[in-house]
């Protein structure tokens, strides 16, 4: 009963090949995250949907796009891939409302990008 | 600003022994304060939050976290350790400009020997 799907759990990819990874949830969450995760380190946010606004964080290089034609999926678009992107890539829901926001995100198992 | 540090990289304990996981936070405002768990090769699980109330805060698997204003800080404890709680270990606050973002702390690797 996975709640938030990404696919594929493994990528590999040739250095500056466009790739796309993909989120699903099943949790009817209006707002849908893409993290950067590296060797065990903090989930750094590169950008999330709150409906269908887009959030970029400062400083998410350009090289990083995402799509959200819907409610359940999200896309994360690495337009060129360079060696340094290689991570785990974690796609996270919650469901915040206005006037107050539960903040619990719910996390996918994550994609591991390779760039070779 | 609102940030969190959880100053230990890596904490041992025995099976079956009590253990604390540090975090403290600095944040404007009331604190939303959480513990996120993360497996090896798996995305985060939330454990616990503090939003406001009762200090002792009980989550999931048998884990508490203690809110603690005047030493802003918010550990992460557990009675009685297993091995099964091996995990690198997330304490996190609420962005308080955009109530959808939370600011994670650096991790702490949790390990417990049998």
């Known amino acids: 009963d996975a709640m938030v799907i990404q696919n594929p759990r493994y990528q590999v990819t040739q250095f500056g090949k466009p790739v796309t990874l993909s989120c699903s949830q099943t949790l009817n969450h209006n707002v849908m995250y893409w993290y950067q995760q590296k060797s065990s380190q903090a989930p750094k946010l590169l950008f999330h949907y709150y409906d269908k606004d887009f959030n970029n964080e400062a400083d998410t290089p350009d090289n990083f796009q995402s799509r959200r034609p819907n409610t359940s999926f999200c896309f994360l678009d690495i337009r060129s891939p360079g060696l340094g992107d290689a991570a785990m890539y974690l796609c996270?829901?919650?469901?915040?409302?206005?006037?107050?926001?539960?903040?619990?995100?719910?996390f996918g198992a994550g994609t591991r990008l390779s760039v070779l | 600003a609102q940030s969190v540090a959880q100053p230990e990289d890596q904490v041992n304990v025995a099976e079956g022994n009590p253990l604390t996981v540090k975090c403290t936070y600095s944040?404007?405002?009331?604190?939303?304060l959480f513990w996120y768990v993360q497996y090896p090769n798996r995305g985060l699980q939330f454990l616990l939050k503090?939003?406001?109330?009762?200090?002792l805060v009980k989550g999931s698997y048998g884990f508490e976290a203690e809110f603690n204003k005047s030493q802003t800080s918010f550990h992460l404890k557990k009675p009685s350790a297993l091995v099964s709680d091996s995990a690198l270990y997330f304490c996190?606050?609420?962005?308080?400009?955009?109530?959808?973002?939370?600011?994670f702390g650096s991790g702490t690797r949790l390990s417990i020997r049998p």
């Open positions: 503090y939003i406001t109330g009762d200090n």
């Open positions: 996270a829901t919650s469901r915040d409302h206005e006037g107050g926001s539960k903040n619990i995100q719910y």
């Open positions: 944040v404007s405002g009331n604190p939303y």
């Open positions: 996190a606050v609420r962005f308080y400009s955009s109530a959808s973002k939370i600011i």
